[in-house]
């Protein structure tokens, strides 16, 4: 294969660009800014946080959660106490009333009234 021969560089000015290359490069720019401007716009979008005022102000109380039911284990029967072995603990416990003391007052409760 032969070599292509060299051409020599052109003397004349280079070309203007055509109306249509302006307007496509003119389009570029502004494509690039406008993306800007709506990528810049929706990060905020983002960030922004819209609350209502009742809420703001504080007069909206927040609901609390509902309380939940706690099943308590049943309880175990309090033990009795041991059984006294003394006569006078064994009388009350099946109320019958204790020997009298020597030299104490002795009063009797009726339930008559007097007329």
Do not use: W
Not at 35 to 55: K, L, M, R, T
Not at 70 to 79: A, E, F, M, Y
């Amino acid at each position: 294969m032969a070599k292509k021969p060299k051409t020599p560089p052109s003397t004349t000015a280079p070309a203007e660009k055509s109306t249509l290359s302006k307007a496509k490069s003119a389009v570029v720019h502004a494509v690039e800014k406008v993306a800007d401007v709506v990528i810049h716009a929706a990060e905020s979008a983002n960030d922004h946080v819209v609350q209502p005022v009742a809420q703001a102000v504080g007069i909206v109380k927040k609901k609390k959660a509902p309380a939940k039911r706690v099943k308590h284990q049943p309880t175990k029967p309090v033990p009795l106490p041991a059984p006294t072995k003394k006569a006078k603990g064994k009388m009350m416990s099946k109320n019958v009333p204790s020997a009298p003391v020597p030299g104490a007052k002795r009063t009797v409760k009726t339930s008559e009234k007097p007329n």
